[in-house]
């Protein structure tokens, strides 16, 4: 008996200690994600409509993005992820007229025949030390396995803002949180990105047991929301710093993340494009090399409890130059919270509630009452008022948790500053698939 025990015995041994390096140094791994998110709105009332309003009639539109995800770990601290993606379909009115669009899946692009480009591909390279160790779990673009809580790390390569700044466990990801882009991130954080959401740069962070700082170099494209990276890298650029501050309040997990940026390129000032053209201006018709955009945010979440959190968003920028990569909010404060449906015998459940209030600079509102139009909006003319959004959502774990099915419903008073426009209902159902 004993002959037929130990060699069992030994292979559990072995087959642990294998786990245990397998965790350490996770060689490589492979994710996939494909959201869907349809969305419809009832006719709303509008006094008149322009060529980048939201459609005042009823209609209904559908997002798609695919997500491959593959990671390898190439030498010591070295890793490197490559992440093809395949997006199609479109937002509500051709991804036009909120400020706070409503689906945070959709993209600028024009035209709802999917395509397929290469959303990230970057390389890491890590520097640790001191005794204290995290562990990392198998993830999207994460391998699994221990990192010093005291490290310095370097990134290279194309990658999405997102996926190091302004992150909150509450209120960051559309495909698995809210939807609204104004809560996605901080509004007012015009961040550096393509027509797709991504950039191309370099980003340090410097790692402390509670405690992070990272600043980011990047690109800029040569026209507002554009696809074409600008070369002249000295003119055209972007400077993003932010620091990360964790705690515990009553034995709950908190963070507390500050953020500024500036955006350096061949951009317009508002005034400029009013002092040219005085009536329907054309902010482009002014672009020189020299304008600056700057700004910041306040971005924290505290957990309650261990199935409940809230979290709240500042941000602000200068409102004097015209909105270039992301959507035109140039003051923006949000909060929300999320809770876990563990109390309810649905750990994989959440249900989130959350509110917006944007607005814009007196520049910028004086060029859109002149009949002036940005990339996202632009109604002829301007009744201004702020932006108030309301959203809620119920994540359904449908299989296995790796299924999960999202209805969502948001409230916007005054879409694109407008008060003589809206409200505006918009119903919404999520699917989204991971593994």
């Given at each position: 008996?004993?002959?037929?025990?130990?060699?069992?015995?030994?292979?559990?041994?072995?087959?642990?200690?294998?786990?245990?390096?397998?965790?350490?140094?996770?060689?490589?791994?492979?994710?996939?994600?494909?959201?869907?998110?349809?969305?419809?709105k009832p006719g709303f009332g509008a006094k008149y409509t322009?060529?980048?309003?939201?459609?005042?009639?009823?209609?209904?539109?559908?997002?798609?993005?695919?997500?491959?995800?593959?990671?390898?770990?190439?030498?010591?601290?070295?890793?490197?992820?490559?992440?093809?993606?395949?997006?199609?379909?479109?937002?509500?009115?051709?991804?036009?007229?909120?400020?706070?669009?409503?689906?945070?899946?959709?993209?600028?692009?024009?035209?709802?025949?999917?395509?397929?480009?290469?959303?990230?591909?970057?390389?890491?390279?890590?520097?640790?030390?001191?005794?204290?160790?995290?562990?990392?779990?198998?993830?999207?673009?994460?391998?699994?396995?221990?990192?010093?809580?005291?490290?310095?790390?370097?990134?290279?390569?194309?990658?999405?803002?997102?996926?190091?700044?302004?992150?909150?466990?509450?209120?960051?990801?559309?495909?698995?949180?809210?939807?609204?882009?104004?809560?996605?991130?901080?509004?007012?954080?015009?961040?550096?990105?393509?027509?797709?959401?991504?950039?191309?740069?370099?980003?340090?962070?410097?790692?402390?047991?509670?405690?992070?700082?990272?600043?980011?170099?990047?690109?800029?494209?040569t026209e507002a929301n554009g696809s074409v990276w600008d070369?002249?890298?000295?003119?055209?650029?972007?400077?993003?710093?932010?620091?990360?501050?964790?705690?515990?309040?009553?034995?709950?997990?908190?963070?507390?993340?500050?953020?500024?940026?500036?955006?350096?390129?061949?951009?317009?000032?508002?005034?400029?494009?009013?002092?040219?053209?005085?009536?329907?201006?054309?902010?482009?018709?002014?672009?020189?090399?020299?304008?600056?955009?700057?700004?910041?945010?306040?971005?924290?979440?505290?957990?309650?409890?261990?199935?409940?959190?809230?979290?709240?968003?500042?941000?602000?920028?200068?409102?004097?130059?015209?909105?270039?990569?992301?959507?035109?909010?140039?003051?923006?404060?949000?909060?929300?919270?999320?809770?876990?449906?563990?109390?309810?015998?649905?750990?994989?459940?959440?249900?989130?509630?959350?509110?917006?209030?944007?607005?814009?600079?007196?520049?910028?509102?004086?060029?859109?009452?002149?009949?002036?139009?940005?990339?996202?909006?632009?109604?002829?003319?301007?009744?201004?008022?702020?932006?108030?959004?309301?959203?809620?959502?119920?994540?359904?774990?449908?299989?296995?948790?790796?299924?999960?099915?999202?209805?969502?419903?948001?409230?916007?008073?005054?879409?694109?500053?407008?008060k003589d426009r809206g409200p505006v209902n918009v119903f919404?159902?999520?699917?989204?698939?991971?593994?």
């Amino acid at each position: 008996m004993l002959k037929k025990i130990l060699p069992f015995a030994f292979f559990l041994v072995a087959q642990s200690s294998y786990a245990q390096d397998t965790l350490k140094q996770q060689r490589f791994n492979f994710h996939f994600q494909q959201t869907i998110i349809t969305q419809t709105k009832p006719g709303f009332g509008a006094k008149y409509t322009g060529d980048n309003s939201m459609s005042p009639l009823s209609e209904t539109a559908t997002s798609l993005t695919t997500t491959f995800y593959g990671g390898a770990r190439l030498w010591k601290g070295a890793q490197a992820y490559f992440n093809p993606e395949m997006s199609g379909g479109a937002g509500l009115s051709k991804t036009l007229g909120v400020a706070g669009f409503p689906n945070g899946e959709t993209f600028r692009v024009g035209a709802p025949e999917p395509k397929i480009y290469i959303a990230r591909l970057f390389l890491t390279q890590n520097f640790e030390w001191g005794k204290e160790k995290d562990t990392l779990t198998d993830d999207a673009n994460q391998l699994a396995g221990l990192r010093s809580k005291r490290y310095l790390s370097i990134t290279v390569g194309k990658w999405g803002m997102a996926d190091f700044f302004d992150q909150n466990a509450f209120s960051h990801d559309p495909r698995t949180q809210f939807m609204n882009w104004s809560l996605m991130d901080n509004g007012a954080w015009d961040y550096p990105a393509n027509t797709r959401g991504y950039v191309m740069g370099a980003v340090a962070e410097l790692g402390q047991p509670d405690w992070a700082l990272r600043f980011a170099f990047t690109m800029s494209t040569t026209e507002a929301n554009g696809s074409v990276w600008d070369a002249k890298i000295g003119k055209a650029n972007t400077h993003t710093l932010e620091y990360e501050r964790r705690y515990t309040l009553n034995g709950q997990k908190g963070t507390v993340r500050v953020l500024g940026f500036l955006n350096n390129g061949k951009m317009s000032y508002y005034r400029n494009a009013l002092a040219f053209m005085p009536v329907n201006p054309v902010i482009d018709t002014v672009n020189k090399y020299g304008a600056h955009k700057f700004g910041f945010g306040i971005n924290a979440e505290q957990n309650l409890s261990k199935d409940f959190g809230i979290f709240a968003k500042l941000s602000y920028n200068d409102g004097k130059t015209e909105t270039w990569y992301f959507t035109e909010i140039d003051r923006s404060f949000s909060f929300g919270g999320v809770l876990n449906g563990a109390s309810w015998k649905r750990k994989f459940d959440e249900v989130g509630l959350a509110f917006v209030a944007n607005g814009i600079s007196q520049p910028h509102r004086d060029y859109l009452a002149a009949g002036g139009y940005g990339f996202i909006i632009g109604d002829g003319k301007l009744n201004y008022g702020t932006e108030l959004i309301a959203e809620a959502y119920y994540k359904v774990d449908a299989y296995q948790h790796k299924l999960f099915l999202s209805p969502d419903y948001q409230f916007i008073i005054n879409p694109a500053y407008n008060k003589d426009r809206g409200p505006v209902n918009v119903f919404g159902i999520r699917a989204h698939v991971e593994f």
